[in-house]
């Protein structure tokens, strides 16, 4: 019943209109910046995963609800009915442009909600084959019930009660990835990039990066950042969001535009903040006065504001999207106490990093807990299916790739206390690691009490600086270390299987 999607159902169908169109159509919402670009305020200012249900015909994972079909299709009924008579827009996407993690994509939304089409619009590719959609969501923003119900067999989501644009991107992006673990591959919440480095061999090489982290945690800034790269040496952004990782560690790229944080978006960040004055950015939920000018700063409306920036925007692209391997994966993590700035792990600790996705709640997720601890497998709330399956995925790549290093980066600070923030881990030092690391610069030497290496020098960092136990009575260091240790152990509980396939180390 539900397969049967197609532009019958509609009697009032608006097909592909262009970006002008769809601008034009979604006036009066705007407020339009000193940019020339639009802003849109909206009821529903982040995701809503307590209202997010995956139809439950197939195993699902222990951070997941399913819904029986019954329930879903008698919704989905009313929703059809509803539909018949309302003026809907179908825009037709693609994602990715690699052949084998590549997939055609059609949203219906009704035409009162156009600027979630336009947005949406602008993070994906031109469409190739606009007939075989393998990814259909329909999209009723203004339905009595807040709910969004996935069926993942089917590849069709219907987004019911919320006009946050997250809503649309991720809906696709959560089916793309559930078929390319169906594939053999391993769909990941993950940015990529390259560095071109000369290394300290004096060769200039190409080192392939993807660095996983919940939103708010710097998984974009680092991504997007130059790393004070020049002349020969630059960093080259590949994606921001989501990748498509094979057997060999091959990352394909899935989008065309990055939906970027603004709060506190400044010039500091000059790559990111050039391309979002531009005229072509989408903002949502930002703060813009009646003279059109835009205060990234203010969060009276959210903390979670948002942008579309279009990647050709973005002035370290290229035309590519996707890396040929990831040579080193980056876990970012968010804390204030006793995580050092960078640690390298070995194959089973890698695993358990991305089994922990230790960061914090942020706005942009359960705005209520926003800087509270938080941990989700793969730093990915999108994932269908139980999420051992995804660590053993991973575990699998890593074992055929002995020659992919993994690391996890701190963004947060060291050695808070109640009367101290901490040691702030900045921009410029997190950066300047991920530099040295692709020159194979760092000097690493073994934590005995964690098991893993931390740097013992890093060209251009005072690392003694960020040493947890410099801030800490070794009391007051073990009470935080025995706090985290059991956190962790009550974490990994729910996952047996992957605690019996890879020795854990917390």
Partial sequence: MTYLINDKLFKNLIINPNVKELRDMSIDMEITTEFNSPCYVTKVRNRSAKNTYVVDDIPLGVEQQGISRDKADKIVNEVKNYLNNKEVIRVDRKMGIYDEFSFNCKLYITKEYSRIAYMWNNTLFDPVDV?????????????????????????????????????????????????????????????????????????????????????????????????????????????????????????????????????????????????????????????????????????????????????????????????????????????????????KLEISQAVNAFMLGESIETSAGDPTKAGKSKRCVGTNPFIIGPEEDEGHRLYQILKRNPDIECFILNTGAIGAKEEFKGEKITIKVSTTIMKEIAKDNVKWELDKEWGYLVPKYVDGIDIKKYNPRNYYSEEEYEVIANKLRKEREQWFSKFENIKKEVAVSI
Avoid at 286 to 303: I, R
């Fill in 131 to 343: 007939e075989n959609p393998d990814l259909i969501s329909i999209y009723v923003p203004e339905w009595p019930e807040k709910i969004m119900i996935v069926y993942p067999e089917e590849g069709i989501t219907y987004i019911l009660g919320s006009d946050y644009f997250g809503e649309a991107k991720k809906s696709f992006l959560r089916k793309a990835m559930y078929k390319v673990k169906k594939m053999g591959g391993l769909g990941l919440h993950a940015g990529s990039k390259v560095l071109r480095v000369i290394d300290k061999n004096e060769n200039l090489k190409d080192v392939g990066f993807i660095m996983f982290g919940l939103s708010g945690t710097g998984k974009t800034t680092l991504t997007i950042h130059d790393h004070g790269l020049t002349g020969d040496e630059k960093a080259i952004v590949r994606q921001d969001d989501v990748i498509f990782m094979d057997e060999n560690g091959y990352c394909a790229g899935s989008e065309n535009g990055f939906f970027i944080k603004t709060e506190g978006l400044d010039e500091g960040q000059k790559v990111l903040y050039k391309a979002a004055i531009s005229k072509n950015s989408i903002f949502e939920n930002v703060k813009v006065a009646g003279d059109g000018k835009v205060d990234f700063n203010d969060t009276t409306l959210t903390a979670n504001g948002r942008g579309v920036v279009l990647r050709e925007e973005i002035s370290n692209t290229d035309d590519s999207i996707d890396i040929e391997k990831a040579n080193k994966i980056i876990f970012i993590t968010r804390r204030n106490d006793i995580v050092p700035p960078v640690m």
